[in-house]
C-alpha cells in the first residue's frame, strides 16, 4: 500500500511562487506516476501535472503549463511541483495521486480514475 502526505499550501498574492510537496510512503517501488490534481469550490476536481516514478517523462494540464514544474526527489520519495506567475483562478485544494498502475497511452494519466491513492489535499489561496 502507498501513502500521499502533501504539504507546502498557503495564501499567496497573485504573481508570487510556492511549491508544493508530496511525500510517498510504503510500498514505493510499486508506484508508477504521482499526479497532482486541485479542485475549487463548486468544480470538478481537475488534472495539473504529473511524473513517471521512474524516468523524466512529465505531464501538464494547458492551464498550467509553462507556470508549473513537476520534478521528483527519489532519495527523498518526494514530489514536488514548483508553481510561478500564479493567479487567482489557481486558488484551490490541491490534492497528489498515485497510480502503481502503468499505461501505454499518456492520455490515461490525465484521469483522476487511473489514481489509486489520494492524499488529504493542501488548500492554495491566491488573492487578486
Known amino acids: 500500500q502507498v501513502q500521499l502526505i502533501e504539504s507546502g499550501g498557503g495564501l499567496v498574492q497573485a504573481g508570487d511562487s510556492l511549491r508544493l510537496s508530496c511525500e510517498v510512503s510504503?510500498?514505493?517501488?510499486?508506484?508508477?506516476?504521482v499526479g497532482w490534481f486541485r479542485q475549487a469550490p463548486g468544480k470538478e476536481r481537475e488534472f495539473v501535472s504529473a511524473?513517471?516514478?521512474?524516468?523524466?517523462?512529465?505531464y501538464y494540464a494547458d492551464s498550467v503549463k509553462g507556470r508549473f514544474t513537476i520534478s521528483r526527489d527519489n532519495a527523498k520519495n518526494t514530489v514536488y511541483v514548483q508553481m510561478s506567475y500564479l493567479k487567482p483562478e489557481d486558488t484551490a485544494i490541491y490534492y497528489c495521486?498515485?497510480?502503481?498502475?502503468?499505461?501505454?497511452?499518456?492520455?490515461?494519466?490525465?484521469?483522476?480514475?487511473?489514481?489509486?491513492?489520494w492524499g488529504q489535499g493542501t488548500q492554495v489561496t491566491v488573492s487578486s
Open positions: 495521486a498515485a497510480t502503481t498502475l502503468s499505461y501505454p497511452s499518456a492520455n490515461y494519466y490525465y484521469a483522476k480514475r487511473t489514481y489509486n491513492t
Open positions: 510504503g510500498r514505493t517501488f510499486t508506484v508508477a506516476v
Open positions: 511524473i513517471k516514478w521512474k524516468g523524466t517523462t512529465t
